[in-house]
């Protein structure tokens, strides 16, 4: 039954954790400006996580640089 809840309301189950992989990652910094609070490409050229749990509100957030995201290096893991 939890992992039922989990799907339907996933601020029941656990917490919501940005995951990058940084093997497709362009940092093309689309996701950063979607969420400049988690997501940031520096004067390196590379992509950093700001917060990795960033709160719940922000998943509508989170889930728009996921879809937006040209190499689909991003996702959502519901710990």
């Known amino acids: 039954m939890m992992a039922v809840l989990d799907r339907l309301h996933p601020e029941v189950g656990g917490q919501m954790r940005v995951v990058i992989d940084y093997d497709l990652c362009e940092s093309n910094a689309i996701c950063m400006g979607i969420a400049p609070e988690v997501f940031e490409v520096r004067d390196d ?25 040209p190499k689909q290096a991003i996702s959502i893991a519901d710990d």
């Open 45 to 69: 050229d590379f992509l950093y996580i700001l917060n990795d749990t960033p709160d719940e509100s922000m998943r509508d957030r989170i889930q728009e640089a996921v879809e937006r995201c």
